[in-house]
């Protein structure tokens, strides 16, 4: 989506500056790609953030005491054995 809404814009900034059309003309015709471009990049910084989040939370995480129910609950009971 990002790669797309900066082509569009520069293909229309671009062929309005090969017409001879006025910066100042051109901004309207391109604002709604950068609208695009403002939430695009809004979805990537908050990615960033759950990225970082998610990895906080792997590298603190205690995972030993879920380990050992885990292992606990698919030993044998020994009393049943008997």
Do not use: C, K
Not at 8 to 19: L, V
Not at 28 to 43: D, T, Y
């Amino acid at each position: 989506g990002f790669f797309w809404a900066l082509t569009i814009a520069g293909f229309i900034q671009g062929q309005a500056w090969m017409r001879g059309i006025p910066e100042v003309n051109v901004i309207p015709m391109i604002q709604p790609f950068f609208m695009a471009r403002a939430l695009f990049g809004a979805m990537i910084v908050i990615s960033g953030v759950v990225q970082a989040y998610n990895i906080f939370m792997t590298i603190r995480g205690d995972t030993r005491h879920a380990l050992r129910i885990e292992l606990m609950d698919a030993l044998p009971d020994p009393e049943a054995a008997l």
